[in-house]
Every structure is written in C-alpha cells, then in structure tokens.
C-alpha cells in the first residue's frame, strides 16, 4: 500500500527536507480521507524537479511513488478533484449564504465539506463513473441521483458547482447552454484543467471564463495536472 511505502520512506530524511515534507504532507492527506476529513491546506507539489533527482538519485523511487498519488485518491476514495479546508473557507465566503447546486458532485466532498460549514447545498450526480477505477461510490453525504442537465432544469439555486467533469461526452457544454437559454444570472463555479484532462472541448470552446484570485489563492496544483477554479459565463 501507498500509506505503508511512504511511512517507510519517511524515516530516511531529515524533518528539515523538500523530500520529508512531501511525504509527510501526502500521508496526512491520506490519513484524513479515511477518516472523511480533508487536509488544512493545499498540498506541495508532489513531484521532484530533475536537477533534484540528479543531486540525490535516492529520490527516483519516491518521485515515482508520489506521481501515484492522484491514482490513489481515485481508486481508493473515489476523489478526482482534491479540495483541502482553506479553500472550502474562501468557497463558502464567496458563496455567501445563497443556495448552492453541486453536478457531477462525484462522493459529494465539496457538498460534505459546505454543508458543514452551514451552507444550503443540494448534490446531484448520475453515478456513471462507478465501475471504472472505483466500482462503488460512497458519499460522504447525502447525493440524489440525476443528470446534472436535469438538475439545473428541475431543481433550485443560485450557484452552480462542477468539477472535474469527465471529457468523455459533451454533456458539460449541454449544461452550460441552458444555464445561458434560462438566463442565468449566478455564479457557473466550474473547476478543471481548461482544454486538458477535464471537459470536453466544447465546453472550452464555449466558455467565457474569469479566474476569480479569492477562488484560486488556496487552490493549488500538487501535480502534472494544473487545474483552476473558474467562473464561466
């Protein structure tokens, strides 16, 4: 397992070390999923860069082990999209007190996460992702089940949350045509890897978007992927 490789790895470096901090910060990331929790702040970068490794070949296997982590968090916990509680915090100040819909919310830890902090949030996925690199969902809250298209039609909001919407179909751009044909005057929060690994093209191709920085600020990327908290219109 990644937790029993890392536990290792931890006790050959210094405390003071890029590669000890790494570890560490990916172990407690790991411990608190478990125990549906996520972590304070966002993550370092995860990666070692090559004059690094070739300054310290005692790296390589780490640098490989940690360039599993995203693969981890997606077949162990179902979690695409890592969020950590600082940027929760920005996202429910920004939010406001106004109802929140989350699509594709996937095992709901955005809505999880909201709802704790006194948010009004309605979660809604359709579940086809099950089967594939996790074959069971688990939410961490209460989801109901339907299409996000059905969702923007039928249900009530005033913010729109979407992240890491598959780039297998275009049903992202479907949604972001009829918020545009209902005259949407809210807030599209779309969170994704603009015209890389989430969305389709389509959806790029359509979108407006603006990078608010109060959305951004505690939004890293710990990875190859550099996704972005967006607002679309």
Known sequence: M?????????????????AYQKIT????????????QLPQTPLPPLSFSESEILTDLGLMPIDDLLAEFRQTLITDFGIWHLPNQAWL??????????QVLEIMCGN???????????????????????????????????VTKMTGLTAIQTLPFDVVIMSWAPDTDTSDADILMALRQQHFTGD???????NQATNSKKFWHLANLT???RLNHHHKPFDFIHDQVFIVK
């Not at 990644?2 to 890029?18: E, G, K, R």
């Not at 910060?25 to 549906?36: F, P």
């Not at 948010?119 to 594939?132: C, E, H, K, R, Y």
Request: charge should be negative.
């Open 25 to 36: 910060a990916a172990l407690s990331t790991l411990h608190a999923l478990k125990n549906k």
């Open 108 to 142: 709901a830890i955005i809505t999880h996460a909201l709802r704790a902090l006194g948010d009004s949030v309605i979660a809604t996925d359709n579940f086809a992702w099950q089967g594939q690199d996790i074959q069971v969902p688990n939410p961490w809250t209460k």
């Open 89 to 98: 915090l920005d996202l429910h100040q920004f939010i406001a007190g106004r």
């Open 188 to 194: 599209f929060i779309v969170i994704g890897e603009k």
């Open 2 to 18: 990644m937790t029993d490789d890392l536990i290792y790895y931890a006790t050959q470096f210094p405390v003071q070390t890029s």
């Open 211 to 213: 990078v608010p920085p």
